[in-house]
């Protein structure tokens, strides 16, 4: 279907008209949102129907992505974009005396998702719908997404998000095809009147799953895959009676997202959240595998199951109870069937944050999953035990210390297990997952992580992506590899040039939004030195603030910046990480004083943005010229915030660790500034007394002073916390053993920037060695190298 700037302006008109009964004139802003977002939506419904047509008639196999988060950003933007009508819709409005700009900033953001798991999940859609491979999310749809950040006196406040106020603009209703999920109870195995064993239940709490579908555009090529998202509603049985209580512990089922990537809370509602959007997915594959087959032995060649990250590593078990007990197969084949099905991502090196849960919860929650994984460990233990003993399996199996180990029992139950970057997916076979790797070497395969240069570039870069298309054609679009033509810019003055007065613009975008939110002016000429991502520890947001004072030290002490500097922020702690908490107070007591501080004008400013999520990454990322991947080598399994900052031209400021070491490859030493200890040398820092450095280096000796003086005021609790940490504590994560290093790191930073031809030079070639880290080729590997299904770039 064409869509003409002349058909679409009558239908929005028309749909205003059916939606509110009255004029576009005389709609709020939120209300042109939604009937844009209708009209836009209505415009791929037939691809969506036209797809799942497709693949139906081609038998193709399909892919389920199984993951607790999805972080999709704002849809409107990128849906446009991927129908290729970018131009129609925004000039269309514009004659209408609309702005899209406007219009486009009232959609709320799903936040189902925390960050980069998330994040992650999302672009793999994107781009399977862009790559034309059959896959599918299948996921929760929280009412509530992750809390928005408030500061209040610099604390974080966390208010709930309410997405769905208005209305949900994309997502359908999917009512028959609920799924009963069946929770707690009694169950017993019993022979049925052909002698097969069935399973029976008493006292279980039933829970409707009602799905959701979300049309997921591929880009311009007239895909829609979707994702789907479960819902927990009072199943509609005549015969049985609820009672308020009852239906309220329900609902809560798919109430909130629990706002912690690394830990669980709230054990047991968590617990029963993952198993709910993973029997739904199960019972509903199935479903729809047993309309167009006959025999289950095929499901392997139709079907494949991936498991993002350990949550819904409980599909292990569930789909071995659906071919056992609703199937009737044998134990022997249903395991096979199950592990030719299933595959598994690892997130994560941090042992605390690999899932467990007490067997007697697990056991009370999940009666017949309980039953089926022990007899996974029981086997397991049996194959295992007489080719590497019993003290090696041991710490390997399902089951151990009282728990349910949820990574051990997804890498069992899969063929497949990969790490999200080179260093990482080695760290996992040596250390966290080393025993299994040694039992199962073929599993283990690396598919470093990658981002939708769609979203990253093309909607929140559009001056940039132009440019780009003008100098190299629009080849890159679909092949981003081409970006790599762009190399020509180096030491063209003419590009580089129009590359200068783009940055310039982006930093005076942001710069503005900066002065519109929190009222701070700064000045664009400086170094825009970002560092956006969830607040953690290790991440090592407290060693850039360590330099912001060191800075503001020298500053007071008469010198002068070799460059001004604006220090911009985005991160959301978990609320109840304390320490991370500290830590943005911390960041919003250094802006508070030092902005305000008349000594110091221009030259330095701090600016925290609050309520750090996708579509405020989309304002920062553009206007970035350096990027903070400062975590402790050995301890961010990828990161992907590295990736989109050097396709739009950030310097990146590494540590050698997850998916930096391959950025650095990309673009070889000149054009990264690395520092710190490496990953091996982080591991064996032995005999560590961070005290001793404190007493020894006068530089670190006085910044850290300043957390306890009264220098920064307001702050004396936290500085004090934060003081102890590094010194009392022993610097958990050895900012005080980086901290030189990663200031000789910022003096190269600034005497690049001074030359500004090089820096521009740089920013180029970071651009061009960008396609690389395109999530179309990291799902293309997944495609071809975990679930062998086609890929089919256009579906028309
Ligand atoms: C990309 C992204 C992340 C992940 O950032 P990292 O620096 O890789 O941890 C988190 N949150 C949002 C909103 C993102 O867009």
């Known amino acids: 279907m064409k869509v003409t700037?002349?058909?679409?302006?009558?239908?929005?008109?028309?749909?205003?008209?059916?939606m509110y009964t009255a004029d576009y004139t005389d709609v709020s802003v939120d209300q042109l949102y939604q009937a844009l977002a209708a009209v836009v939506h209505s415009y791929f419904v037939g691809n969506q129907q036209e797809t799942r047509k497709k693949y139906k008639k081609e038998d193709r196999k399909q892919v389920y992505y199984f993951s607790i988060e999805f972080l999709p950003g704002r849809f409107l933007d990128l849906n446009i974009l991927n129908l290729g009508l970018s131009a129609v819709v925004k000039e269309g409005l514009a004659k209408l005396g609309l702005s899209y700009q406007k219009i486009k900033e009232a959609e709320p953001e799903p936040g189902l998702g925390n960050g980069g798991l998330g994040r992650l999940g999302s672009d793999f859609l994107d781009s399977a719908a862009a790559q034309g491979i059959a896959l599918q999310g299948n996921g929760i749809r929280y009412k509530y997404g992750l809390f928005d950040q408030r500061f209040v006196n610099g604390y974080q406040v966390e208010i709930p998000d309410d997405w769905l106020r208005s209305g949900d603009q994309w997502g359908s209703r999917r009512e028959n095809r609920a799924c009963l999920v069946r929770f707690g109870g009694n169950v017993w195995l019993q022979p049925d009147s052909l002698g097969r064993l069935r399973a029976n239940y008493e006292n279980t709490q039933d829970v409707m799953a009602v799905p959701y579908d979300y049309g997921i555009t591929g880009y311009q090529n007239g895909v829609a895959n979707r994702m789907r998202l479960w819902s927990a509603e009072l199943p509609n049985q005549k015969d049985k009676i609820y009672t308020i209580a009852q239906k309220e512990e329900i609902n809560q089922i798919t109430e909130i997202l629990y706002p912690d990537d690394s830990n669980w809370e709230g054990q047991l509602l968590r617990l029963k959240q993952e198993y709910f959007f993973v029997s739904a997915g199960v019972q509903s594959i199935i479903r729809a595998y047993r309309h167009l087959h006959q025999s289950l032995s095929q499901l392997p060649e139709k079907i494949a199951i991936h498991i993002n990250d350990t949550h819904p590593a409980v599909a292990v078990p569930e789909l071995m109870r659906v071919l056992m007990d609703d199937e009737f197969l044998s134990w022997d084949h249903a395991w096979n069937i199950t592990q030719k099905v299933m595959s598994?991502?690892?997130?994560?090196?941090?042992?605390?944050?690999?899932?467990?849960?007490?067997?007697?919860?697990?056991?009370?929650t999940l009666p017949r999953i309980y039953q089926i994984i022990q007899e996974i460990d029981r086997r397991f233990r049996a194959e295992m035990i007489p080719l590497y003993g019993n003290e090696l399996t041991a710490t390997v199996a399902p089951l151990g210390d009282g728990n349910v180990r949820m990574a051990?029992?997804?890498?069992?139950?899969?063929?497949?297990?990969?790490?999200v970057a080179k260093v990482h997916t080695e760290l996992l076979e040596d250390s966290v997952l080393g025993p299994l790797y040694k039992m199962f070497p073929e599993r283990f395969n690396n598919k470093t992580n990658g981002i939708n240069l769609k979203r990253w570039l093309q909607v929140a870069n559009p001056e940039l992506a132009g440019l780009l298309d003008e100098t190299i054609g629009t080849g890159w679009q679909h092949h981003p590899d081409e970006l790599q033509k762009f190399m020509v810019a180096v030491n063209d003055q003419k590009v580089l040039s129009r590359m200068g007065a783009i940055r310039h613009e982006k930093k005076k975008q942001l710069a503005a939004f900066i002065e519109s939110d929190l009222g701070i002016k700064v000045d664009t000429h400086a170094i825009f030195d970002v560092q956006i991502k969830r607040l953690h520890a290790y991440k090592r947001q407290l060693l850039h603030a360590m330099y912001i004072i060191?800075?503001?030290?020298?500053?007071?002490?008469?010198?002068?910046?070799?460059?001004?500097r604006v220090h911009i922020f985005g991160a959301k702690a978990a609320p109840s990480y304390h320490y991370a908490k500290q830590i943005i107070k911390l960041l919003n007591t250094l802006a508070e004083t030092i902005n305000n501080d008349p000594d110091i004008g221009d030259q330095l400013k701090v600016v925290f943005l609050p309520n750090y999520d996708v579509s405020l990454a989309e304002k920062i990322i553009p206007a970035a010229d350096v990027s903070e991947q400062i975590s402790l080598a050995g301890k961010e399994a990828s990161g992907t915030s590295n990736m989109k900052l050097m396709a739009n031209g950030a310097v990146t400021l590494a540590t050698m660790d997850g998916a930096n070491i391959e950025i650095a490859d990309a673009v070889r030493q000149d054009n990264i500034v690395t520092f710190g200890l490496s990953v091996a040398e982080?591991?064996?820092?032995?005999?560590?007394r961070a005290s001793d450095i404190y007493a020894s280096d006068p530089v670190i000796h006085r910044i850290l002073d300043t957390l306890v003086d009264g220098t920064f005021a307001n702050c004396q609790t936290e500085g004090q916390a934060?003081?102890?940490?590094?010194?009392?504590?022993?610097?958990?994560?050895?900012?005080?053993a980086d901290y030189q290093s990663y200031k000789a790191g910022q003096a190269r930073i600034d005497s690049l920037y001074l030359d500004r031809n090089s820096w521009y030079n740089i920013a180029a070639i970071n651009v061009s060695q960008s396609g690389k880290f395109s999530s179309d080729y990291t799902i293309e590997r997944y495609a071809e190298e975990i679930w062998q299904v086609k890929i089919e770039q256009s579906a028309q």
Do not use: C, R
């Not at 982080?682 to 560590?688: D, G, K, M, R, V």
């Open 344 to 364: 598994y991502t690892n997130h994560t090196l941090m042992s605390e944050a690999l899932e467990t849960w007490p067997e007697e919860m697990f056991a009370q």
């Open 722 to 736: 934060i003081f102890d940490s590094l010194v009392k504590y022993n610097d958990q994560y050895l900012l005080l």
């Open 5 to 18: 700037e002349k058909k679409f302006v009558a239908d929005f008109k028309k749909k205003i008209a059916e």
């Open 550 to 564: 060191d800075e503001y030290l020298q500053l007071k002490s008469g010198k002068k910046l070799a460059v001004p």
């Open 682 to 688: 982080a591991e064996n820092y032995q005999n560590y």
């Open 408 to 419: 051990y029992l997804a890498v069992i139950g899969s063929h497949s297990v990969n790490g």
